[in-house]
């Protein structure tokens, strides 16, 4: 089955979800958690820009939902590096393999949630993992050194 080009090309929004035949099983509870590209078009290939992480919520009426409606929530990864990219845009071009700047590639952590314990980390294959907070998504730190 191709892949819908959508998938490589829409940006990432907060909706909430209805499920729209039979109903939610009461027993399932907690979050599904994603974390990908922003797609923010500046880039030539989505997949070499700055992350965000996904929470598909998995109880009805949390995380801002109505009542009855399940949310999906996109909080962007405000690492060192997207902050910097945010406040000095001007210095950063794009390239095929993301962003390049005077300031040395960026960390795009935007791929592979890992849960460990009661920490949660997102990676990326060229940068130092980076730990959000588990129920905010919230950037906390770039892991490790150099």
């Keep these: 089955m191709p892949t ?3 998938l490589t090309t829409s940006q ?18 907690g979050s599904v958690l994603f974390s990908a590209p922003m797609i923010s078009g500046a880039v030539p290939y989505g997949i070499f820009d700055f992350g965000c992480a996904i929470r598909l919520s ?4 949390t995380y801002g939902a ?20 945010d406040r000095a845009a001007a210095s950063f071009s794009p390239s095929p393999v993301g962003y390049q700047s005077p300031f040395g590639a960026p960390n795009s952590s935007n791929t592979a949630p890992l849960p460990w314990g009661n920490r949660l980390f997102t990676t990326w294959d060229a940068g130092r993992p980076v730990e ?4 905010t998504l919230k950037y906390v730190a770039e892991v490790g050194s150099i």
């Design 12 to 29: 990432h929004h907060d909706f909430d979800l209805d499920v729209t035949s039979g109903t939610w099983p009461a027993d399932i509870g």
């Design 66 to 85: 109505a009542p009855g409606r399940l949310a999906w929530r996109v909080s962007p990864i405000e690492s060192p590096s997207k902050r910097l990219h």
């Design 132 to 135: 959000l907070h588990p129920h």
């Design 4 to 6: 819908p080009q959508c």
């Design 58 to 61: 998995l109880e009805p009426g």
